[in-house]
Every structure is written in structure tokens, then in C-alpha cells.
């Protein structure tokens, strides 16, 4: 068998793997209608507009609206066309030729074009851009444009997971040639990237709201709603309340307890989507602290944690325990096939003594919306004998804290998805674009090694390598899979996918949302 014919063989396995829980969409009763403003309840803030930093969780939910993939996923998890409009694979699978769809505009009005895309990987490739896909982009050796409509990845080494990388923001979005100056992290006010998505950043304030309008030459065919207005109200009952009121028509990160109630009937005219891999969590060190630097201190953190007793009260069990940051029932996991961690408070004392601790606070970042999951983080770990400082940061001022190493720990999430190397890279190959972030040339040679090997029973083989390395390094500590939960005023039509949710799609989400009067 050609290594073409088993790069796409791969492609098929990994598309049914993501593909078996989904259905299709049932018609909607009535036919979409134009117009309304759609009022979206963010219990996580948003912060910075800039297109290349924090593309994940809700940034990337924000930004997918406005700025787009080359490639895409559909449902089913198959590879499709988006602002490519067809690709080529070479045989050794280290060249990706992909042909630009014509006629697609920027929201300034200018064609996207071959220099555009060329431009904006290269800017992800840069280290000091600080580019959230810099670590996925890793392996491209070079991009160029082979004419207007044509561009050309060459990758230093082969791999399968490449079209999945180009299918999300997370890794490259494209905007226009240009846009941004070398290393510059930040926009000024109100001033922001044009993208070529449905939908066009109007204004942006930092913890206020965040308004989008339609995009009326969007090339996929003009967004049905005029405007999403993203509003941020951390507390969870009121952002459930303003829910049942009507002063917002979605809202995400709905509590287990009301989502029983909607489902029990107790609560009225709204609706669910439920993701249950949706909020992965995992508590992130720095490695810059001498304490972290020793294996020790961390796996004293790691036997610290009672992980069941945290879900039960911070999420009223609606979590599972979590030992490895892909799907829990995947093959990946099967493979990895790590033991589960106890809560072993005598071995944490012991091993805090191995590690020199000597009672000093450690500083814990977080967001508002999830006090209670640092609270309880705090409380528990202090029954080890660790000193924990809670500060509650703006998400802005979070997101920078994270990029310049200001903190001793964290709770970081992900996104799940079907290919360790799209999930697992940006969170453990050594980082450039982070201070004190994890750094292992073992695991980044094996997560090569991973990417460039097309045969799928090797590749489970050299997962389980990668993935004993992390568990034993200590690199993190997973903690959770969060079974995270938006809803819906019944009003709200057609958004997301046809069953649950992925956070992987949600540009054509609100592409397709409509509202009934």
C-alpha cells in the first residue's frame, strides 16, 4: 500500500471516530428568516481581537465568526473545502498544494489572494508574533505562492494530521498581507483585522460587550441575523436568569443544576446542547519556578488532588475524571491506557519535603466565572500543606499574564478533538511563544515522530510512548472533562451541529442561526 493510500486511509478512521455520535439535521419547521440581533450570554470574558492570539475556548468560538481556515471539518469529521477550495497530497506526504477559492473578500473589500495566506503563516511562524498556532505550524519549511490562487506547504517532515491543522483558526487563520507589524501582540481601540468571515467586529470593549454585524459580501452567502452582540456576565444564575427573561437568547456554560430543570420541565421554552467533552481542564505549571522545575513538587500537586470529590462540588458530578487530554473512550486513550491517579495525602507531605517546599504561597491565576473550582482547588490543596493565593483576573489581563509567565499555576482548557497532534501539541511541545511553559526534547522528538508516521498501529504504539512520558514527567495534571452545556431560547433555529457540540464550527453556527419573531 502506497503512503498516500494509508495517509487517507488514516483520514477515513479518523473520521469515523469523530463522525459515529452525529446524526443528520432534522428540517426546520419554518423556513430561516433575516434580521434580529442575536444577544449571546459569555460566562468566560473575551479578550483581545487580535487574530493570532488565544485561539482556543471562547476566544476561538468569538473569532471563528470573523476569521476563517483554509480547509475545514464537516460533521462526520471529514476534511472539506472552505477558503481552499481544493487540495493535493504528495506521495511522501510532506506537500500540501491547496488552490484558493476566487472571488472571496476580505471585509475591507480586497480579494484574498495567494500573498494574503503566504503572509499570514509566515506571521504564525515567527516565534516573536506570539502566535497561539506557532507550536502546531512547527514542521511547515517553507510556504510560498506558486501563483495568485495557489499556495504550497512544504514540510520538513511528512504528516497526517497537516489538513486537520489547516481546518481551524487554531493554527492559521488568514487575514490580509501585512496587517500586522513584527511582534505585535495588541490592536489599539476599536481597530481591528479584517477577516473574511460572515461576520465583522464593530466594537470591542474589554469586559463589556463585544458587537459583530453581518458581513454582506461574506462569499458562502450573507449570515441571517444583522448582529450577535457576545455580553459577559460571569455569574452563572444570572446569566441563566437574563437567559429566562429574554435579555439575551443564548448563553453558554449553563450550570448542571439548570440544566436539570430545563430538562425535568421545571423551566420552560429553552433548549440544550450539551458537549460532554466540552470543558477540558488540566492544572498548568510554571516551569520557570525552581519548585516546579522539580518532579517532586509537582507530583506532590498531582497526589494533592481528590478529583472526584472536585467534580462532585464544584460541578454536582456533571464531570468525569480525566488522566490524559484526549477522548476518554478514543483509541488514543485505549492505547495510552495510563492508571489512575489517587489522592494520597501522605505521599504529597512526603514528597513536599523531597522538593524543598517551605510553606510559601503559590500563586494561582484564574478567571471570575470559575471561583468556586479555585476555591476548591485551594482548599485542597492546602490540606497537603500547600499555601495557594487565589487572584482573579479579567480575562485580557489573564491571557497576558499567561504569555509573559506571571503565575506559579493555572487551570488551562483544551479542545478535544480526533488526532493527538492537533489536541496535544500547543499544550506540551516546547513552547516559544510562552514563558515557563512545559519543554521536553523527548516528547517533542515523539510528537514528530507521531505526526510524520502514517501507519495507525505504529502510531498508537508511539502515542502510548508519548503519552507514558507526559504521565511520569508529571508535565500536568489532568483534572476533568467538564460536560459543558449552552442554551437557547426556543426562538433560536439551526445553531450548531446536529447533535452536541464541538467547538470547531462555530463561524458556520452563527452563519445559519436565525431567529423566529
Given at each position: 500500500?502506497?503512503?498516500?493510500?494509508?495517509?487517507?486511509?488514516?483520514l477515513?478512521?479518523?473520521s469515523?471516530i469523530?463522525?459515529a455520535?452525529?446524526?443528520?439535521?432534522a428540517a426546520?419547521k419554518?423556513q430561516?428568516?433575516?434580521?434580529?440581533?442575536?444577544?449571546?450570554?459569555?460566562?468566560?470574558?473575551?479578550?483581545?481581537?487580535?487574530?493570532?492570539?488565544?485561539?482556543?475556548s471562547?476566544?476561538?468560538?468569538?473569532k471563528e465568526?470573523?476569521?476563517?481556515?483554509?480547509?475545514?471539518?464537516?460533521?462526520?469529521?471529514r476534511?472539506?473545502?472552505?477558503l481552499?477550495?481544493?487540495?493535493?497530497?504528495?506521495?511522501?506526504?510532506?506537500?500540501?498544494?491547496?488552490?484558493?477559492?476566487k472571488?472571496?473578500k476580505?471585509?475591507?473589500?480586497?480579494?484574498m489572494?495567494?500573498?494574503?495566506?503566504v503572509?499570514?503563516?509566515?506571521h504564525?511562524?515567527?516565534?516573536?508574533n506570539?502566535?497561539?498556532?506557532?507550536s502546531?505550524?512547527k514542521d511547515?519549511k517553507?510556504?510560498?505562492?506558486l501563483?495568485?490562487y495557489?499556495?504550497?506547504?512544504?514540510?520538513?517532515?511528512?504528516?497526517v494530521?497537516?489538513?486537520?491543522?489547516?481546518?481551524?483558526i487554531?493554527?492559521l487563520?488568514?487575514?490580509?498581507?501585512?496587517?500586522?507589524?513584527?511582534?505585535?501582540?495588541?490592536?489599539?481601540p476599536?481597530t481591528?483585522?479584517?477577516g473574511?468571515?460572515?461576520?465583522?467586529?464593530?466594537?470591542y470593549?474589554?469586559?463589556?460587550?463585544?458587537?459583530?454585524?453581518k458581513?454582506?459580501?461574506?462569499w458562502?452567502?450573507?449570515?441571517?441575523?444583522?448582529?450577535?452582540?457576545?455580553?459577559l456576565?460571569?455569574?452563572?444564575?444570572n446569566?441563566?436568569?437574563?437567559?429566562?427573561?429574554g435579555?439575551?437568547?443564548m448563553?453558554?456554560?449553563?450550570?448542571?443544576?439548570?440544566?436539570?430543570?430545563v430538562?425535568?420541565?421545571?423551566v420552560?421554552?429553552?433548549k440544550?446542547l450539551a458537549d460532554?467533552?466540552?470543558?477540558f481542564k488540566?492544572?498548568?505549571f510554571?516551569?520557570e519556578?525552581?519548585l516546579?522545575?522539580?518532579?517532586?513538587?509537582?507530583?506532590?500537586?498531582?497526589?494533592?488532588?481528590?478529583?472526584?470529590?472536585l467534580?462532585?462540588?464544584?460541578?454536582?458530578?456533571a464531570?468525569?475524571?480525566?488522566?490524559?487530554?484526549m477522548?476518554?473512550?478514543?483509541?488514543?486513550?485505549?492505547?495510552a491506557?495510563?492508571?489512575?491517579?489517587?489522592?494520597?495525602?501522605?505521599k504529597?507531605?512526603?514528597?513536599?519535603?523531597?522538593?524543598?517546599?517551605?510553606?510559601?504561597?503559590?500563586?494561582?491565576?484564574?478567571?471570575?466565572?470559575?471561583a468556586?473550582?479555585?476555591e476548591?482547588?485551594?482548599?485542597?490543596l492546602?490540606?497537603?500543606?500547600?499555601?495557594?493565593?487565589?487572584?482573579?483576573?479579567?480575562?485580557?489581563?489573564?491571557?497576558?499574564?499567561?504569555?509573559?509567565g506571571?503565575y506559579?499555576?493555572?487551570?488551562?482548557g483544551?479542545?478535544?478533538?480526533?488526532?493527538?497532534?492537533?489536541t496535544?501539541?500547543?499544550?506540551f511541545?516546547?513552547?516559544?511563544?510562552q514563558?515557563g511553559?512545559h519543554?521536553?526534547?523527548?516528547?517533542?522528538?515523539?510528537?514528530?515522530?507521531?505526526g510524520?508516521?502514517?501507519?495507525?498501529?505504529k502510531?498508537?504504539?508511539?502515542?502510548?510512548d508519548?503519552?507514558t512520558t507526559?504521565?511520569d514527567?508529571?508535565?500536568?495534571v489532568?483534572?476533568?472533562?467538564?460536560?459543558?452545556?449552552r442554551?437557547?431560547?426556543?426562538?433560536?433555529?439551526?445553531f450548531?451541529?446536529?447533535?452536541?457540540y464541538?467547538?470547531i464550527?462555530s463561524?458556520?453556527?452563527?452563519?445559519r442561526?436565525?431567529?423566529?419573531?
Open positions: 500500500m502506497s503512503l498516500k493510500t494509508l495517509f487517507w486511509s488514516i477515513l478512521v479518523m469515523c469523530w463522525g455520535a452525529t446524526e443528520g439535521r426546520p419554518q430561516p428568516k433575516a434580521g434580529g440581533t442575536l444577544i449571546f450570554g459569555l460566562g468566560k470574558g473575551f479578550a483581545n481581537p487580535q487574530p493570532f492570539i488565544g485561539t482556543i471562547t476566544f476561538q468560538f468569538v465568526a470573523i476569521y476563517e481556515p483554509l480547509l475545514a471539518e464537516d460533521h462526520q469529521g476534511i472539506v473545502p472552505n481552499a477550495e481544493k487540495y493535493e497530497v504528495s506521495a511522501d506526504g510532506t506537500a500540501f498544494t491547496l488552490r484558493l477559492r472571488g472571496v476580505f471585509h475591507n473589500g480586497k480579494e489572494k495567494a500573498d494574503d495566506v503572509w499570514s503563516a509566515n504564525v511562524r515567527e516565534p516573536k506570539g502566535a497561539y498556532g506557532h502546531m505550524i511547515v517553507s510556504v510560498e505562492k501563483d495568485d495557489t499556495v504550497k506547504f512544504t514540510l520538513n517532515i511528512p504528516s494530521a497537516f489538513l486537520s491543522l489547516l481546518s481551524t487554531q493554527m487563520p488568514v487575514v490580509p498581507a501585512n496587517s500586522l507589524q513584527p511582534g505585535q501582540i495588541k490592536l489599539e476599536n481591528f483585522i479584517p473574511t468571515g460572515p461576520f465583522i467586529f464593530e466594537q470593549q474589554p469586559g463589556f460587550d463585544t458587537t459583530l454585524k458581513f454582506p459580501d461574506y458562502g452567502g450573507p449570515a441571517y441575523v444583522d448582529k450577535i452582540v457576545f455580553r456576565i460571569t455569574d452563572t444564575a446569566r441563566f436568569n437574563a437567559l429566562r427573561t435579555d439575551v437568547q448563553a453558554d456554560r449553563i450550570s448542571p443544576l439548570d440544566v436539570e430543570r430538562k425535568k420541565g421545571q420552560k421554552g429553552i440544550i460532554p467533552l466540552g470543558g488540566h492544572m498548568i510554571n516551569y519556578n525552581p516546579f522545575q522539580k518532579k517532586a513538587m509537582r507530583q506532590a500537586m498531582s497526589y494533592a488532588m481528590d478529583k472526584q470529590r467534580i462532585d462540588e464544584v460541578f454536582h458530578g464531570a468525569s475524571p480525566a488522566e490524559i487530554m477522548d476518554p473512550q478514543g483509541i488514543w486513550a485505549r492505547a491506557n495510563l492508571p489512575r491517579q489517587k489522592r494520597d495525602l501522605t504529597a507531605k512526603t514528597l513536599l519535603k523531597a522538593a524543598g517546599y517551605e510553606g510559601q504561597d503559590l500563586v494561582l491565576i484564574g478567571h471570575s466565572n470559575e468556586s473550582l479555585h476548591a482547588l485551594q482548599r485542597m492546602g490540606e497537603a500543606g500547600i499555601k495557594v493565593k487565589v487572584e482573579i483576573l479579567e480575562a485580557g489581563v489573564m491571557n497576558d499574564r499567561v504569555i509573559a506571571k506559579d499555576f493555572y487551570i488551562a483544551g479542545t478535544i478533538t480526533s488526532d493527538p497532534n492537533l496535544m501539541t500547543p499544550e511541545y516546547t513552547n516559544k511563544t514563558k511553559r519543554g521536553n526534547p523527548k516528547v517533542d522528538q515523539l510528537f514528530d515522530k507521531l510524520a508516521e502514517f501507519d495507525q498501529k502510531r498508537l504504539k508511539i502515542f502510548k508519548l503519552a507526559l504521565h514527567d508529571v508535565a500536568d489532568p483534572l476533568f472533562y467538564e460536560t459543558r452545556c442554551a437557547m431560547l426556543e426562538k433560536v433555529n439551526d450548531g451541529p446536529a447533535k452536541g464541538h467547538e464550527g463561524g458556520n453556527y452563527f452563519k442561526v436565525w431567529l423566529r419573531q
